[in-house]
């Protein structure tokens, strides 16, 4: 049984679709930033990075959305979610997700995780000043360069669809001016008349019990 530790609004929201798209049996555990769990010994016994998403295997623990999403893939060869039996395309898949990984995200991140990089105030408002810059630029490049469409990897969905359509929900809040960005928001409208997408979208969005 596979076991996803997630938060709402994070990254956490593309394995988790990934796993609903492949049909996958697996529990569901959130955890909240806003008290602090992913601090507390409880969590960092599963991830001792303290962040999310955390999918919990047979074989032990995987971290990193990227490697989540592959897994996924792996896992469920039937769901299609990666052209496995070809290298390039799947090297080529890899590349997305690591740039949305390892760009897209650091830059979204200096609007809200300032303190990462700086301790001086001014120099976290110095950061923050250029997210709407960084992120235009970063979806600027996936527009005009990467994004083969209808899906991000041209005619066949894949494990880069979620996670696009994750880190493109930020844009607005970032500053982004998404009028130079209808293939994006077009990927977006089309994620959501997805049954998976939409069936985790609300999962993530009902409120805890009090």
Aim: net charge negative; glycine share 4%; charged share 20%.
């Amino acid at each position: 049984m596979l076991k996803l530790y997630y938060t709402p609004d994070t990254c956490a929201l593309a394995s988790h679709i990934a796993l609903n798209e492949a049909g996958a049996d697996y529990t569901i555990a959130r955890i909240s930033f806003a008290a602090e769990e992913q601090r507390q010994p409880e969590y960092l016994a599963v991830n001792p990075k303290g962040r999310v998403p955390a999918l919990v295997t047979d074989a032990g623990t995987l971290t990193e959305t990227p490697a989540l999403l592959c897994f996924v893939a792996q896992m469920f060869p039937a769901s299609g979610l990666a052209p496995l039996a070809d290298p390039f395309a799947l090297g080529r898949m890899q590349e997305f997700n690591s740039y949305l990984c390892s760009t897209v995200h650091v830059a979204h991140a200096h609007r809200v995780r300032g303190s990462r990089w700086a301790d001086e105030p001014d120099a976290i408002e110095a950061m923050k000043r250029k997210v709407a810059r960084n992120v235009t630029e970063c979806f600027d490049f996936i527009e005009q360069r990467m994004f083969q469409g209808p899906w991000v990897m041209g005619a066949d969905y894949s494990i880069c669809d979620p996670y696009l359509f994750t880190v493109g929900l930020w844009v607005e809040s970032d500053g982004v001016d998404t009028t130079r960005l209808p293939k994006l928001l077009a990927h977006r409208r089309a994620m959501m008349e997805r049954a998976a997408v939409r069936r985790v979208v609300e999962i993530e969005e009902t409120p805890l019990p009090a």
